[in-house]
Structures are given as structure tokens and as C-alpha cells.
């Protein structure tokens, strides 16, 4: 089992950036992927981005390529998202969760099984 705690979300202005950090507890000593999923009031949880446990796969939803960089860095058991040019239709609850499976081009929730509390992404001018 892993506990996850984001972290990073705010208010930010069209265009500007925010950083989210995902701290992973449990057993870390095992392989495990990470996806980063956001949630709109009124919308369905979506996939944003994945990366696999050696960082050699990510996979990103169309409408954030180019713009959003998943990274981790497992000494620290955190990973990351590095949101740039932020657009309102952005704002959001963004989760991070963890699974054994692979990190795949469709980034589908119900694939996950550990989940963060979430933290929210506003974009506002």
C-alpha cells in the first residue's frame, strides 16, 4: 500500500506556471507508476500524465502537450508536475495516484489504486 500527498496548487493568472508535487510514503521499495488526474466541478476525472517508475515512459493527454512536464525523483519518493501556460479551462482538483500497471498512452483511472487527496488548480485572470 502507498500514501500520497499533493502538493502546489493555487491561484495563477492565464500563462503563468505552478508546479504540483507528489509525495509518496509505503512501500516505495517496490516499483510503481504515477499518474497525475485532474477533476472539474461537474466533470469526469481525467488522465493528465503518467510516468513509469524508471521515468523512461510518460504519457501526456493531447490537450496538455507541449505545456505540462511529469518528472520524479525516487530518492525523494516525489514526483512531479510542471504546468506551463496555464489556461483556465486548466483549473481543477489534481490528483496523484499510483499503480503497478504500466503507464500507458490512455491514462485510464481505473487502472489506479492508491490516490492523493488532491489539490486545487485555479486559473484566473
Known amino acids: 500500500q502507498l500514501q500520497l500527498v499533493e502538493s502546489g496548487g493555487g491561484l495563477v493568472q492565464p500563462g503563468g506556471s505552478l508546479r504540483l508535487s507528489c509525495a509518496v510514503s509505503?512501500?516505495?521499495?517496490?516499483?510503481?507508476?504515477i499518474g497525475w488526474f485532474r477533476q472539474a466541478p461537474e466533470k469526469e476525472r481525467e488522465g493528465v500524465s503518467c510516468?513509469?517508475?524508471?521515468?523512461?515512459?510518460?504519457n501526456y493527454l493531447d490537450s496538455v502537450k507541449g505545456r505540462f512536464t511529469i518528472s520524479r525523483d525516487n530518492a525523494k519518493n516525489t514526483v512531479y508536475l510542471q504546468m506551463n501556460n496555464l489556461k483556465p479551462e486548466d483549473t481543477a482538483v489534481y490528483y496523484c495516484?499510483?499503480?503497478?500497471?504500466?503507464?500507458?498512452?490512455?491514462?485510464?483511472?481505473?487502472?489506479?489504486?492508491?490516490w492523493g487527496q488532491g489539490t486545487q488548480v485555479s486559473v484566473s485572470s
Open positions: 510516468i513509469s517508475y524508471r521515468g523512461t515512459t510518460t
Open positions: 495516484a499510483a499503480t503497478w500497471r504500466q503507464c500507458t498512452a490512455v491514462i485510464d483511472k481505473r487502472r489506479y489504486d492508491n
Open positions: 509505503g512501500r516505495t521499495s517496490d516499483s510503481y507508476n
